[in-house]
C-alpha cells in the first residue's frame, strides 16, 4: 500500500459526520479505483519537520486542542493539505472578517469593537495607556444602536452571545464577559435567514435556518421558497468571502433584511455537520461534497509542497496588490443548492462532478483578474495636491499619479470613464468609488475657484 494516498479527518467528540465521511470516501475510492484511502487521524510522535502519512487532513478539532493546532502546522509545512488551512484560522476572527467582507462589498451590519470587561491576566492599568477611558459610549450606542447584540470577536458555537436592549441592559451583560474581547453588533431584524455551506471554494449549499429556535430545530423545514435574484445574490456572498478568506470547509449566514442579504456570521472553520441537528438531506449533501473534495485534494496533492488553499487576501499581500475577490479562480463553476422545502423550487439537473441543484441560483461566473495600475509616468509637472478633490484619499491619489493623471488639469481633461476604469484595475476595493464629480472638482481647482469647489463640495455629499 506504500502507493496509496491517505485520508484523514482529525475530530473530537463528534460522530456522525466523521464516520460517514470516512465510509463514504472508502466507497468512492473502491468504485472508482482511486489510489487512495481514508481513516481516522491517529496522532503519535510529533516530531519537528517530519511528514505524516496523510495526504490530506480534514480538521474538525484544533480549535479547541492547541497540541491539535501545532500538528497540524507541523504537517501542513511538510506537504499535507490541511483543511483548513491551519495558520489562516489561527489568526483568523470575526472582526477582522468583517473588515474584509466591508472591502469587497459584502453587506455586514454595524460593528464595534470592545476591549475586554477585565484586564488580561499579566497586565496592570499601566499596560493601557494607549487605551482612552471611558470609551465614547454614546457616540457607540448611537452609531450601533438597540436592540444590539453583543459577542466575542473570536470564536463561534454561540457561545458568551448576549442581546442587549438598552445601555443599562448593556452594561449589565458586559460585565459577565471578564476577559473576553467583544462585539457590538447592530441587530438585523430578519424577514429571512440562510446558513451556507461552502466547500473547497465552490460548492455551495443554502439552507433555511432559524436562530432563535433550540439548536436541534434551527434547520427549518418550512420556510417559504426564496426568490432567484435573492438566492443568487448569496451564492455569490459565499463564494466571495471564502475566496477571500481563503476556507475550503466553511459556513455562512445570512439575515436578509428588506431583500438584503447581510453576513452575520462566516467564520465557521468547523462547522456543524451533525445529523441530529443538521437533518438528513443536509447531512448527506455535507458528507457527499466533502468526500468528493478531499478526494480532488488527495489526487492533486504533490509530494513536498504547499499544498495549502490560501485566500486572495493573504495571496495578493504577498504580491503587494489590493485585495480581489477573482484571483482565486476555479476550474468549475460554482453550483448551488437550496434545502429542500415544502414548497422548494423543482430540482434540476445534476451538474457534474456536484451534487444535485435544487436551488433557482445560477453559477455565479468568475470574476477575472485585474491587472494592476499602470506604471508612474514622467511628467515634468509638479504634482497638485490631488487629496483636495473630495473622494480622492491618499491611496487613490498614488493610483491616479501612477496613471500618469498628476495635476488638476489632467484630471480635469480625463473623463470620468476612464477614471473609473484606473480605480477597477486597481483592485476590488476602490471600484466603489465614484469618480463622476471628480473632473469638475479639478477643473475649479486648476482655476484656482476654490470658493465655487468648497460650495460644490457641500452639495455632493462626499463626492462618492
Request: aromatic share 8%; proline share 6%.
Amino acid at each position: 500500500m506504500k502507493n496509496i494516498k491517505k485520508i484523514g479527518i482529525l475530530h473530537g467528540m463528534e460522530e456522525t459526520f466523521p464516520a460517514a465521511f470516512v465510509s463514504r470516501v472508502n466507497e468512492i475510492v473502491k468504485k472508482e479505483s482511486l489510489p487512495l484511502m481514508a481513516e481516522h487521524v491517529l496522532v503519535d510522535k510529533v516530531e519537528q519537520g517530519v511528514p505524516t502519512d496523510y495526504a490530506v487532513i480534514i480538521d474538525r478539532i484544533s480549535q479547541d486542542v492547541p497540541f491539535y493546532r501545532a500538528y497540524l502546522k507541523n504537517a501542513a509545512a511538510c506537504g499535507t493539505a490541511v483543511i483548513n488551512n491551519p495558520f489562516w484560522w489561527s489568526a483568523d476572527e470575526k472582526f477582522f472578517n468583517n473588515v474584509l467582507a466591508t472591502q469587497i462589498g459584502v453587506p455586514v451590519p454595524k460593528t464595534v469593537l470592545l476591549p475586554s470587561r477585565e484586564r488580561p491576566a499579566d497586565t496592570t492599568e499601566r499596560s493601557f495607556k494607549n487605551l482612552k477611558f471611558p470609551l465614547s459610549w454614546d457616540t457607540i450606542f448611537e452609531r450601533i444602536g438597540f436592540p444590539a447584540y453583543m459577542k466575542p470577536h473570536s470564536g463561534g458555537g454561540w457561545k458568551s452571545v448576549y442581546k442587549v436592549e438598552n445601555m443599562e441592559d448593556f452594561f449589565n451583560k458586559y460585565a459577565e464577559t471578564e476577559q473576553l474581547v467583544m462585539l457590538l453588533q447592530e441587530e438585523i431584524q430578519f424577514t429571512e435567514y440562510f446558513r451556507c455551506y461552502c466547500l473547497g471554494g465552490k460548492r455551495v449549499h443554502i439552507m433555511p435556518y432559524e436562530p432563535r429556535n433550540p439548536h436541534h430545530l434551527r434547520y427549518v423545514s418550512n420556510a417559504g421558497p426564496a426568490t432567484k435574484k435573492l438566492l443568487e445574490t448569496v451564492e455569490k456572498y459565499v463564494l466571495a468571502l471564502n475566496h477571500v478568506l481563503g476556507y475550503d470547509f466553511n459556513t455562512v449566514e445570512f439575515a436578509v433584511r428588506d431583500g438584503i442579504p447581510y453576513a452575520i456570521d462566516f467564520c465557521n472553520p468547523a462547522p456543524d455537520a451533525d445529523i441530529h441537528s443538521v437533518g438528513q438531506e443536509n447531512f448527506d449533501w455535507i458528507v457527499e461534497n466533502a468526500s468528493r473534495m478531499a478526494i480532488e485534494r488527495a489526487m492533486n496533492h504533490k509530494d513536498g509542497q504547499d499544498n495549502l488553499t490560501w485566500g486572495t487576501y493573504i495571496k495578493n499581500a504577498a504580491i503587494g496588490s489590493s485585495v480581489n475577490v477573482g484571483t482565486q479562480a476555479k476550474k468549475e463553476p460554482a453550483a448551488v443548492t437550496k434545502a429542500a422545502t415544502p414548497k422548494a423550487a423543482p430540482a434540476k439537473k445534476e451538474v457534474a462532478p456536484v451534487v444535485e441543484k435544487k436551488a433557482t441560483a445560477k453559477p455565479v461566473k468568475e470574476v477575472k483578474e485585474v491587472k494592476a495600475a499602470p506604471a508612474i509616468k514622467e511628467t515634468p509637472v509638479k504634482a497638485d495636491d490631488l487629496k483636495i478633490i473630495e473622494g480622492i484619499g491618499p491611496k487613490i491619489a498614488e493610483i491616479l499619479i501612477a496613471a500618469g493623471i498628476a495635476t488638476f488639469a489632467e484630471l480635469a481633461k480625463t473623463k470620468a470613464t476612464k477614471v473609473k476604469e484606473i480605480l477597477e484595475a486597481a483592485g476590488s476595493r476602490y471600484k466603489m468609488h465614484d469618480p463622476t464629480s471628480w473632473p469638475k472638482q479639478a477643473d475649479l481647482a486648476a482655476k484656482g475657484k476654490m470658493d465655487e469647489l468648497k460650495k460644490l463640495q457641500d452639495e455632493l455629499n462626499g463626492g462618492k
